[in-house]
């Protein structure tokens, strides 16, 4: 099973886009073990970010869910959203280490890995990771939760140059070496004005009447 979905992404499955993309690396004498990068998508704080997670499928895959760990947490400090630890935990309906409303659980004969990342991608990479903790759904559209949203956006921006870009560069996970490379010197004017945009608009909020 894990050779067929190594076959199916390495055969152009992955996303791929100038927005968002997705890369995984197997370990060719331990295909039980992967290690995948993410793109944030853009227009979200995790814009350009590259994020790096380690896959582990059990023994008893794909009867039970991979493990799925994210190595990218500013050794340890940052949590980049509700639903990502700074131990690297991910909390997705999907890897059963999430209980959210309507959330997806894993089924053995359709569920897969790129499933996994997709949904990493599409649910927790998003706009206003602050209303993915539970509950804070409820402030959406009011001044408080807007505030309160835009604020946390800002702090994970901050979060994501220091250790999903500028880190990345310094210190590549060996795998991805090139592909960081890549990505930073085809993505660099994309970069730079999205973070003139951000350094503006959090500006125009400090100067804003409270």
Known sequence: RITLEAADMM??????SAS????????????????????GPEDTPYSAGLFV??????????NVAPKV?????????VRFNPNLYECGKVCLSL????????GETWNAETSTLLQVLVSIQALIFVSDPYYNEPGFEAQMGTPV???????????????????AMID???NPAPEFREVVRLHFAHRRDFVLADLDAA????TRREAAPA
Request: charged share 20%; glycine share 12%.
């Open 69 to 77: 760990n994210l190595q990218t947490t500013g050794a340890g400090s």
């Open 20 to 39: 968002s993309t997705i890369w995984a690396r197997v370990n060719e004498n331990s295909m039980q073990m992967w290690r995948t990068m993410i793109s």
């Open 95 to 102: 890897l059963g280490t999430w209980e959210g409303k309507g």
């Open 199 to 202: 350094i503006a608009d959090a």
């Open 11 to 16: 055969g152009g499955g992955l996303p791929v």
């Open 168 to 170: 990345q560069l310094r």
């Open 145 to 163: 939760g807007d505030h309160r949203a835009a604020k946390y956006a800002a702090t994970v921006r901050e979060h994501c140059v220091r250790w």
């Open 53 to 62: 997670f380690d896959i582990l499928c059990p023994a008893e895959y794909p």
